[in-house]
């Protein structure tokens, strides 16, 4: 998939952006990291659990990826709407040198040392309802590199058109169509 195609499609803010951006989360999706991790994820969510609970704790697990994806789309769109408030029409010249850089980070030919402080955490299994959504926050973000460009450039797009609406939907449309391809892969694995 062309990267300069996804923007462009994405650009238009029309129908055809938002089963765009569904068909990308559900093509990005496929890959060797994600289809490793989706197995390994739900079965920490849903095992040892009867078959109802294990559903219930699953969608908990989906729904906190769509829910982070939709507020990813409401942060980007309203930071567009304030931008474009403060720097004008032209705020394209500070976002285009910010995905630059971006894109120049993702390859690793630039390297951005962030001085993180370590956090002691102990795991403890998500058999609660709250922890199963908390877990799918980190897991829609953190676990798809290949869905990262796309998320990067849509991310990019919604705050350029800077639409509360427009990105809340395209965000929406991209977590839906990754939440299928995890629903696909479970079922089988499950025959």
């Not at 060797?32 to 294990?54: D, F, G, H, M, W």
């Not at 971006?102 to 709250?130: E, H, V, Y």
Request: proline share 6%.
């Amino acid at each position: 998939m062309d990267i300069e195609v996804l923007r462009s499609t994405l650009e238009q803010a029309n129908l055809a952006a938002l089963g765009f951006g569904f068909l990308t989360g559900f093509v990005f999706s496929f890959n060797p990291v994600a289809l490793a991790a989706i197995p390994v994820s739900l079965a920490y969510v849903t095992k040892a659990q009867e078959t109802r609970k294990a559903v219930v704790l699953g969608g908990l697990f989906i729904l906190g990826m769509i829910v982070t994806h939709v507020l990813l789309g409401l942060i980007a769109s309203l930071g567009g709407q304030w931008v474009q408030k403060l720097l004008g029409r032209e705020w394209g010249l500070v976002l285009g040198p910010l995905l630059i850089l971006l894109g120049l980070l993702w390859p690793g030919w630039l390297k951005l040392r962030l001085p993180i402080p370590a956090i002691p955490i102990k795991s403890r299994p998500a058999l609660s309802l709250w922890g199963a959504f908390v877990l799918g926050i980190p897991f829609s973000v953190a676990v798809c590199p290949f869905c990262t460009p796309a998320l990067v450039i849509m991310l990019g797009v919604v705050a350029g058109v800077g639409s509360l609406l427009f990105g809340v939907t395209l965000l929406l449309a991209f977590a839906l169509g990754r939440a299928v391809s995890i629903l696909l892969v479970v079922c089988v694995i499950n025959k």
